[in-house]
């Protein structure tokens, strides 16, 4: 089975930085663009960002200019780069990665997405 493990969540104080990771592991096969989305308490799952296999990247517009996103193909692992941190940018993050292909056994799986379980990011003013 395959699994999206995100790690680099924690405390911060307003205008720190953290850096989150997700690595997909399993018999992976291919994986296409990654992003990451986050989740305030009481409100909507959103996009922050998203990373094709080719580098092109895309941005919520409330983290432009502060968030970096990067990945490591050979090693299925997608970044954030979190700078200048706000109150605001307090959710759980998620890892998210598109049209992968893996193994389950013998068989060849298709998941049009494929989500890690999250790791918390709290940023106090």
């Known amino acids: 089975q395959v699994q999206l493990v995100e790690s680099g969540g924690g405390l911060v104080q307003l205008g720190g930085s953290l850096r989150l990771s997700c690595a997909a592991s399993g018999s992976i096969v291919s994986i296409n663009a990654m992003g990451w989305y986050r989740q305030a308490p009481g409100k909507e799952r959103e996009l922050v960002a998203t990373?094709?296999?080719?580098?092109?990247?895309n941005y919520a517009d409330s983290v432009k200019g502060r968030f970096t996103i990067s990945r490591d193909n050979a090693k299925n692992t997608v970044y954030l780069q979190m700078n200048s941190l706000k109150p605001e940018d307090t959710a759980v993050y998620y890892c998210k990665a598109y049209h992968l292909r893996y193994y389950s056994g013998s068989s060849l799986r298709y998941n049009y997405d494929y989500w890690g379980q999250g790791t918390q990011v709290t940023v106090s003013s």
């Open positions: 990373i094709t296999t080719s580098n092109m990247t």
